[in-house]
T-cell receptor, first 111, second 115 residues
Framework: GEDVEQSLFLSVREGDSSVINCTYT??????LYWYKQEPGAGLQLLTY?????DMKQDQRLTVLLNKKDKHLSLRIADTQTGDSAIYFC???????????FGKGTTLSVSS | DTAVSQTPKYLVTQMGNDKSIKCEQN?????MYWYKQDSKKFLKIMFS???????INETVPNRFSPKSPDKAHLNLHINSLELGDSAVYFC??????????????FGPGTRLTVT
């Protein structure tokens, strides 16, 4: 079955790096996503990675994919207080199909 | 210009009532979705429509009925509301299935509170 797991909470200090981890069970997942949800707001797509990639970097964000272990991580460099939010990992088998979400990791950044 | 919009943003109603939530996207996308986020922030797909046709219907009570009058709109009608229906409902849209790098764009959500 499909399942996406994330740790629920992460607390870091401003300026540190944050690493949010995610594991998934469906080996046929083709697309893996990271979404950000700020309090009271909708979901914002941060980045995505195809299953044939190992890494993707976009400014302060680095996504690492270990397909063998079905492990995905999101690293945020130089974490700022504005990065405080819930981060959702999601998978889909192909484009245009429903996303299967993890339960979200609440990132708290202290100054 | 809001890409995916939902109305209303907040909806407070009593048990047993019937209510609708509307969603519109101006991105020209062919596929639209409804997701439910419960009080623990868990997000789960409810329905998906492609070009006005239902393609995903997860296990939701048949009190929930999606309606797509055209590919830019996907409304959600809920009959006989129950306390457990209280949640935030998100609409999303994406381009036609099968396109590489397809991204789902989410609306701001509708917070439904059933009393």
């Amino acid at each position: 079955g499909e399942d996406v797991e994330q740790s629920l909470f992460l607390s870091v200090r401003e300026g540190d790096s944050s690493v949010i981890n995610c594991t998934y069970t469906d080996s046929s997942s083709t697309y893996l996503y990271w979404y950000k949800q700020e309090p009271g707001a909708g979901l914002q797509l941060l980045t995505y990675i195809f299953s044939n990639m190992d890494m993707k970097q976009d400014q302060r964000l680095t996504v690492l994919l270990n397909k063998k272990d079905k492990h995905l991580s999101l690293r945020i460099a130089d974490t700022q207080t504005g990065d405080s939010a819930i981060y959702f990992c999601a998978e889909s088998m192909r484009a245009g199909t429903a996303l299967i979400f993890g339960k979200g990791t609440t990132l708290s950044v202290s100054s | 210009d809001t890409a995916v919009s939902q109305t209303p943003k907040y909806l407070v109603t009593q048990m047993g009532n019937d209510k609708s939530i509307k969603c519109e996207q101006n991105l020209g996308h062919d596929t639209m979705y409804w997701y439910k986020q419960d009080s623990k922030k868990f997000l789960k797909i409810m329905f998906s429509y492609n070009n006005k046709e239902l393609i995903i219907n997860e296990t939701v009570p048949n009190r929930f009925s999606p309606k797509s009058p055209d590919k830019a709109h996907l409304n959600l009608h809920i009959n006989s509301l129950e306390l457990g229906d209280s949640a935030v409902y998100f609409c999303a849209s994406s381009q036609a299935p099968g396109l590489a790098g397809d991204e789902q764009y989410f609306g701001p959500g509708t917070r439904l509170t059933v009393t």
